[in-house]
């Protein structure tokens, strides 16, 4: 189901604006729950391969969204057809330290250059900035030049990148690598799945309390400018361990003992695409090549039932996972370029 959320009180005055200004024959209104199909599959037509998902990986997400969030969400349409998709939003719980908000327009290629983006741009900004929002940022694709031109025009300035890559399993020869347990064991470490460390936990509050004390240890380590704080345990068994979509014999941890050194959650969502969300070890535990012998178990387990894609996403200054990810044959998509307005 969709969340409801606070909004603010100059809605319908927002989207009045934005009508008025159309070119005839598209029609702009709030986003309903009906729309998410056709959402998705126009989405998904300007995604990258590992990123792809389906309807119900969507409404997973929907179902996550924290209701303190402020943000308008709007859809185009043009012959009862959905042409464009639009919204900004204060990131609720997620909104980063400085408080800047998001803004995002995706419109069918045959609705570019009509002046829509314009027309969407001014109002979602002084939506924004009504909304008490110090800054605005969004995100453009390193190919898409028209796009990172129009928001340079607006002035949008670049402050970081980030790089989405993607594995082909089925081509993937794992016999280039040494077996990862072994690599493990010269630095005195184990590798385990979730699957096998929930099997064998007197408790699995206690294994998910370790498990988020690690992954908030690596979420600080990630190089990424206003990065909002770590989620709570709440929030990642929320997002990670009880959803339909994690992979608990893919996700793998690296143990010196019985203690956490090292993790890599993985995820297959409903189109079949698998994802790291996470990969980070322990400081103490570092330059054993952790982190590639945990990708390469999470590899050989979804290679073995039939996951063709695996993708995963890395801040540009993030050069040991870059590494990692080079040296296991990723191949790396346009990059993510994330661009910033004061308002």
């Known amino acids: 189901m969709l969340i409801c959320r606070r909004m603010p009180p100059d809605v319908q005055v927002t989207i009045g604006r934005i009508s008025e200004r159309l070119p005839t024959g598209v029609t702009v209104r709030e986003r309903q729950r009906a729309d998410l199909a056709a959402e998705v599959a126009l989405l998904n037509r300007y995604s990258r391969p590992a990123e792809r998902r389906d309807v119900a990986d969507a409404e997973r997400w929907e179902s996550l969204a924290d209701p303190s969030e402020v943000r308008l969400r709007l859809v185009l349409e043009s012959g009862g057809a959905l042409v464009g998709v639009s919204g900004a939003g204060d990131g609720g719980k997620w909104r980063p330290p400085d408080g800047s908000w998001g803004i995002w327009v995706r419109l069918e290629d045959a609705w570019?250059?009509?002046?829509?983006?314009?027309?969407?741009?001014?109002?979602?900004?002084?939506?924004?900035?009504?909304?008490?929002?110090?800054?605005?940022?969004?995100?453009?694709?390193?190919?898409?030049q028209e796009g990172i031109a129009f928001a340079e025009q607006r002035a949008y300035k670049e402050f970081h990148r980030r790089q989405s890559s993607y594995l082909d399993l089925a081509t993937f020869d794992a016999s280039r690598f040494e077996d990862p347990?072994?690599?493990?064991?010269?630095?005195?470490?184990?590798?385990?799945?979730?699957?096998?460390?929930?099997?064998?936990?007197?408790?699995?509050?206690?294994?998910?309390?370790?498990?988020?004390?690690?992954?908030?240890?690596?979420?600080?380590?990630?190089?990424?400018?206003?990065?909002?704080?770590?989620?709570?345990?709440?929030?990642?068994?929320?997002?990670?361990?009880?959803?339909?979509?994690?992979?608990?014999?893919?996700?793998?941890?690296?143990?010196?003992?019985?203690?956490?050194?090292?993790?890599?959650?993985?995820?297959?969502?409903?189109?079949?695409?698998?994802?790291?969300?996470?990969?980070?070890?322990?400081?103490?535990?570092?330059?054993?090549?952790?982190?590639?012998?945990?990708?390469?178990?999470?590899?050989?387990?979804?290679?073995?039932?039939?996951?063709?894609?695996?993708?995963?996403?890395?801040?540009?200054?993030?050069?040991?996972?870059?590494?990692?990810?080079?040296?296991?044959?990723?191949?790396?998509?346009?990059?993510?370029?994330?661009?910033?307005?004061?308002?």
């Not at 314009?118 to 190919?143: C, H, I, M, N, W």
């Open 181 to 343: 347990a072994a690599i493990a064991e010269r630095a005195g470490i184990r590798l385990a799945s979730y699957e096998e460390l929930a099997a064998a936990a007197p408790s699995g509050d206690q294994l998910r309390r370790s498990i988020h004390e690690l992954h908030s240890a690596a979420w600080v380590d990630v190089p990424t400018p206003e990065i909002p704080a770590p989620p709570s345990l709440e929030d990642l068994s929320r997002f990670i361990f009880d959803s339909p979509t994690f992979e608990p014999r893919a996700t793998t941890f690296a143990l010196r003992g019985d203690d956490l050194v090292g993790l890599t959650l993985a995820d297959v969502n409903g189109s079949g695409i698998g994802y790291t969300f996470m990969t980070g070890v322990r400081k103490d535990a570092r330059g054993h090549g952790l982190a590639l012998a945990m990708k390469l178990r999470a590899i050989a387990v979804l290679k073995s039932r039939g996951v063709e894609l695996f993708g995963t996403t890395n801040d540009k200054d993030n050069a040991p996972m870059l590494s990692v990810n080079h040296k296991l044959g990723y191949v790396p998509e346009p990059p993510s370029i994330r661009l910033k307005k004061a308002l």
């Open 112 to 144: 570019k250059r009509k002046g829509i983006g314009t027309v969407l741009a001014e109002a979602l900004e002084r939506f924004a900035r009504k909304s008490g929002a110090p800054s605005l940022t969004a995100g453009v694709r390193g190919d898409e």
